[in-house]
């Protein structure tokens, strides 16, 4: 069966520190990746999702980057965060050609 | 721009009560709707998806309804319970090809035993 794991699970960070948040598939080949975020009173907002390695589409223009060096690993980044860069972050998997999204258990992310 | 908006923001019901959470969008052009489930401070958990071409979808106590025309979507909840207690997000995708879903702000859902 497939799984997905992001870490860490909480994390808080600095103004202007670097984040990577990983996220990783397990029990499926080629998925499509997705980075959300969810924050305080506002709905998911989608960020970057990605077809297939080394291919990233941004939804949003923002302070964060995304990577994907591997199948099933994907990866958020930031050089400097930003107190507005503060909220719950969720990584989702589909199958190429489905539609169900299949979400990981999310990083809550706290900028001071 | 799709907005979607997600009626009531919180519901409060007694163990049993058959319920109904609400989700309308403003572009009728989608592709699909998905309803979800959040427990606190955990991912979502994928309930049901309903294609454009479809008016409505099953699974277990759960029914979804779709009507893309006026922009509308149900989700029915037989027999509620109190594991049911979670945020139903409900999300569009839209008819355009892209895949960025527009979700909902939620319903917040407690049901008492």
């Known amino acids: 069966s497939q799984t997905i794991h992001q870490w860490p699970a909480t994390l808080v960070q600095p103004v202007g520190s670097p984040l990577s948040l990983e996220c990783t598939v397990e029990?499926?080949?080629?998925?499509?990746l997705y980075w959300y975020r969810q924050a305080a009173g506002r709905g998911l907002q989608l960020l970057f999702y990605s077809v297939g390695i080394g291919q990233i589409s941004s939804e949003v223009p923002q302070n964060l980057s995304a990577s994907r060096p591997q199948d099933r690993q994907f990866i958020l980044s930031s050089k400097k965060l930003l107190l507005s860069d503060s909220g719950f972050y969720l990584c989702a998997w589909s199958v190429e050609g489905a539609d169900t999204q299949y979400f990981g258990p999310g990083t809550r992310l706290t900028v001071l | 721009k799709q907005e979607v908006t997600q009626i009531p923001a919180a519901l409060s019901v007694p163990e049993g009560e058959n319920l109904v959470l609400n989700c309308s969008f403003t572009?009728?052009?989608?592709?699909?709707l998905q309803w979800f489930r959040q427990d606190p401070g955990k991912g979502l958990t994928s309930l049901l998806l309903?294609?454009?071409?479809?008016r409505e979808q099953t699974s277990g106590r759960l029914n979804a309804s779709l009507d893309k025309s006026s922009g509308r979507s149900t989700l029915y909840i037989a027999a509620s319970q109190p594991g049911d207690s979670a945020t139903y997000l409900c999300?569009?995708?839209?008819?355009?090809?892209?895949?960025?879903?527009?979700f909902g702000s939620g319903t917040r859902l407690q049901v008492q035993p």
């Open positions: 029990g499926t080949s080629n998925p499509n």
């Open positions: 999300a569009v995708r839209p008819g355009t090809g892209r895949r960025a879903l527009t």
């Open positions: 309903i294609q454009s071409s479809q």
């Open positions: 572009d009728s052009a989608i592709y699909n």
